[in-house]
T-cell receptor, first 112, second 115 residues
Framework: EDKVVQSPLSLVVHEGDTVTLNCSYE??????LLWYKQEKKAPTFLFML????IEKKSGRLSSILDKKELFSILNITATQTGDSAVYLC????????????FGAGTILRVKS | NAGVTQTPKFQVLKTGQSMTLQCAQD?????MSWYRQDPGMGLRLIHY???????DQGEVPNGYNVSRSTTEDFPLRLLSAAPSQTSVYFC??????????????FGPGTRLTVL
C-alpha cells in the first residue's frame, strides 16, 4: 500500500529560526514529489521534485529529493510569522490520470 | 481564468439529507478529483475522473457518488449524510498525461457540517 509519512507532525519556532520538514514515501511507480502550503484554505503549490539531488529554491524555501532513500526535505530559513501554515507532502505515480498520495502534513507555527 | 471553483463554501445538513457539492474548472484539465480533509489526516481521495464519462473510486468512496458529463464539471453527491462526513471538501484538477510532474490545482473548499 502506498504511504507518505511526514515529520514532525507539528513544531513551534521563533522568527528567524531555520526549520527542516521531512517527508518519506513508499509509492510504486514514482513520478514526482510535491510540496504544498496550506493556510486555512486551499493548498497552494510550492515545489515539484522529480530528480534526486537537485535543489529547488524559491526565496527562503528550498527542497531536495533523495530517490534512493525515498525521502524529501523542505527547508525554510529566516522564518517569518507568515510561514505559519500546514505543509503537505504528496507523491504522484507514473500512471495515466494523476492520483496523489498525501501525507498528514506538518503544522508549523512561527512565533514573533 | 477562474481556475477551480467550488460551491457552496459552507453547508450544514441534518443526518439523512442529501446534497451535491459543485466543482468546475476552466483550464481544460482532463483529471479532476475530490478530497476530504480531516484534522491530522491530510487529504484523502474520495473519487476521481480522468475525463468525461470516466470515474473511479479513491481511498474513501463510501457514501459518495460522482459523475462527469463534461470536462469542466465534477459534482460530488452525498446520498444520505452522516455525522462522519463532517469535513472540509476540496476539488482539484490537473492534466492527465504522463508528461509533466503532476501538479494539481485546488478549489477553495467546502466546509460541511452534518448534525
Amino acid at each position: 500500500e502506498d504511504k507518505v509519512v511526514q515529520s514532525p507532525l507539528s513544531l513551534v519556532v521563533h522568527e528567524g529560526d531555520t526549520v527542516t520538514l521531512n517527508c518519506s514515501y513508499e509509492v510504486t511507480n514514482f513520478r514526482s514529489l510535491l510540496w504544498y502550503k496550506q493556510e486555512k484554505k486551499a493548498p497552494t503549490f510550492l515545489f515539484m521534485l522529480t530528480s534526486s539531488g537537485i535543489e529547488k529554491k524559491s526565496g527562503r524555501l528550498s527542497s531536495i529529493l533523495d530517490k534512493k532513500e525515498l525521502f524529501s526535505i523542505l527547508n525554510i530559513t529566516a522564518t517569518q510569522t507568515g510561514d505559519s501554515a500546514v505543509y503537505l507532502c504528496a507523491v504522484a505515480r507514473m500512471e495515466y490520470g494523476n492520483k496523489l498520495v498525501f501525507g498528514a502534513g506538518t503544522i508549523l507555527r512561527v512565533k514573533s | 481564468n477562474a481556475g477551480v471553483t467550488q460551491t457552496p463554501k459552507f453547508q450544514v445538513l441534518k443526518t439523512g439529507q442529501s446534497m451535491t457539492l459543485q466543482c468546475a474548472q476552466d483550464m481544460n484539465h482532463e483529471y479532476m478529483s475530490w478530497y476530504r480533509q480531516d484534522p491530522g489526516m491530510g487529504l484523502r481521495l474520495i473519487h476521481y475522473s480522468v475525463g468525461a464519462g470516466i470515474t473511479d473510486q479513491g481511498e474513501v468512496p463510501n457514501g459518495y457518488n460522482v459523475s462527469r458529463s463534461t470536462t469542466e464539471d465534477f459534482p460530488l453527491r452525498l446520498l444520505s449524510a452522516a455525522p462522519s462526513q463532517t469535513s472540509v471538501y476540496f476539488c482539484a484538477s490537473s492534466y492527465s498525461g504522463l508528461a509533466g510532474g503532476g501538479e494539481q490545482f485546488f478549489g477553495p473548499g467546502t466546509r460541511l457540517t452534518v448534525l
